[in-house]
């Protein structure tokens, strides 16, 4: 029986993870506390608390440089810790003089990579803080879909480009599977599944871009994951994972749940 071998959160939207035992699904369908803040461009037009794409953020997408940072984000006090290696870039509360010293600290080290969407464009500086650190709402979709892989899938991939030890962080899944057949989860867009006691409807694969190509750890683009995907495995466009909904009601899901196809 497939079951949930992993789960993930994203504090803010492009930087590290937090790995979660147990993750809450909101009704709306997005997980509390993922994507609740994000680093956006001064030019961009969208208010602080609207959603946005993910090009007017400093993101893995522009700045693979951002993988060597660990974040330790505090849900309750609303307080952001940033680190690279034994250095701490800043520890701030999401008050208005923290959340500029938190800008300021990130810009300042984005400005410092060699691959980085700020050195060319001026107009894209001061860097702000967004988001009140509660609200999920910084997703690459919209609409706020959860991401699932199976681990199957991710061994193919693995195959397929030579490293064995390819991490599923690339990704920025949600839930990570096991117990499924390579692609599997692919074969599933358009019917309803179950994690534990919770529905979901999967609505849509889910796209790549060249966030994958950052190495979790180092922050080099070092592997060609786009390309593998649509050479080695004959994809018109490069896809993993899958883009999953609630059917209106959330709840808990845990490390260990069952997943089930239900249609």
């Not at 001064?42 to 951002?66: C, M, Q, R, Y």
């Not at 803080?129 to 899938?153: C, F, K, M, W």
């Not at 050479?231 to 009601?249: D, W």
């Amino acid at each position: 029986m497939p079951r949930v071998a992993a789960l993930y959160r994203y504090p803010v939207k492009g930087f590290t993870p937090e790995a979660c035992e147990v993750l809450t699904v909101l009704d709306e369908g997005r997980i509390a506390g993922d994507r609740v803040l994000g680093v956006r461009f001064a030019n961009s037009g969208a208010a602080d608390d609207a959603w946005s794409s993910k090009h007017e953020f400093v993101a893995l997408i522009n700045t693979p440089g951002l993988a060597r940072l660990r974040l330790r984000f505090d849900h309750r006090a609303l307080r952001l810790r940033i680190d690279l290696e034994e250095t701490i870039l800043i520890d701030d509360a999401l008050d208005d003089n923290g959340r500029a010293k938190i800008a300021a600290a990130i810009e300042k080290y984005v400005l410092q990579l060699d691959i980085n969407p700020l050195s060319a464009y001026p107009e894209r500086l001061p860097l702000r803080l967004v988001g009140d650190g509660i609200s999920p709402r910084y997703q690459d979709n919209e609409a706020g879909q959860i991401t699932l892989h199976g681990r199957e899938s991710l061994a193919a991939v693995a195959s397929a480009i030579g490293d064995a030890d390819l991490s599923e962080l690339r990704f920025r899944s949600n839930i990570a599977v096991e117990g499924l057949e390579a692609w599997e989860e692919q074969g599933w867009v358009g019917k309803k599944m179950s994690i534990g006691a919770l529905v979901f409807d999967v609505v849509t694969p889910k796209g790549r871009c060249l966030a994958t190509q950052a190495n979790p750890q180092t922050g080099e683009r070092d592997l060609p994951i786009l390309k593998t995907l649509t050479h080695a495995f004959h994809q018109q466009k490069p896809v993993f994972a899958i883009g999953i909904m609630t059917s209106g009601v959330g709840g808990l899901i845990h490390v260990g749940d069952k997943v089930r196809l239900l249609d």
